[in-house]
């Protein structure tokens, strides 16, 4: 029996938008996915996969005008539990904790800045971490003007430690970095939000496709701590991020 992901871990990352039959073509083309029927709980929503394992999730917004957007999920030991510590520390819980069939249970939250983030409590449907094989969630990071509220929130909330370096500040599970925390008073009119990342072979070459797909590039290709990073767009406005593997 597979063991739950450890609390904290960045296990789930699920896309919210208005057109779900042109988001499958894109993310399919893009990133290699396959589909297959969500928990029905939640709506018009599927799994995407890789190589036949569950890699994120594509479902449709209930409420019109609702911006399109990528969901990071955290595992959890009780989302009961760390949805009400959410709401302790100040943050938002606007979603559950809810039953989605037997896959887990799940809530939907903001944190003291407006970033939305994601509770899930694994059942038959652990999630996956973040990795380095190409098409899947390579990382997670968070912008907001006020990292060091962040920092204490995120801390509490999942009980694991954050820990600030020169290069960059991030939670820890088990000694490892899962996710970053930036400062960006250049948010430039957007809201704090985590950014999801998604790992690829080439950069430039995976832009020039989305580009070929109806997406557009928000910001080129470009070094990072992390390796050569590009910000991308799907034609229904949908921010992500793609993240440069080594073979």
Do not use: K
């Amino acid at each position: 029996m597979e063991l739950r992901l450890a609390q904290g871990t960045p296990c789930w990352v699920s896309l919210l938008t208005d057109d779900l039959p042109n988001a499958r073509v894109f993310y399919g083309a893009l990133l290699g996915w396959t589909y297959t029927p969500g928990p029905g709980e939640i709506g018009d929503y599927v799994r995407a996969q890789l190589d036949g394992a569950p890699v994120a999730g594509l479902g449709v917004s209930a409420s019109t005008g609702f911006p399109v957007q990528w969901t990071t999920y955290f595992a959890v030991d009780d989302a009961d539990r760390t949805a009400q510590l959410v709401r302790e520390c100040g943050g938002t819980v606007a979603v559950g904790p809810l039953q989605a069939e037997r896959a887990g249970r799940m809530a939907i939250a903001s944190d003291l800045s407006g970033a939305v983030f994601g509770l899930w409590q694994g059942e038959e449907h652990l999630g996956r971490e973040t990795g380095s094989e190409p098409g899947g969630p390579a990382w997670a990071e968070l912008l907001t003007p006020d990292a060091e509220g962040a920092t204490a929130f995120y801390s509490t909330v999942l009980d694991r430690p954050v820990r600030a370096t020169e290069n960059e500040t991030a939670l820890l599970v088990h000694g490892r970095p899962v996710a970053g925390i930036r400062h960006r008073a250049e948010l430039r009119g957007h809201p704090p939000r985590w950014r999801t990342h998604f790992a690829v072979r080439d950069a430039e070459l995976t832009a020039r496709h989305a580009v070929e797909l109806g997406g557009r590039v928000l910001v080129e290709p470009h070094d990072t701590a992390r390796g050569r990073a590009a910000r991308l767009a799907d034609p229904q406005g949908g921010h992500f991020s793609v993240l440069e593997v080594l073979p």
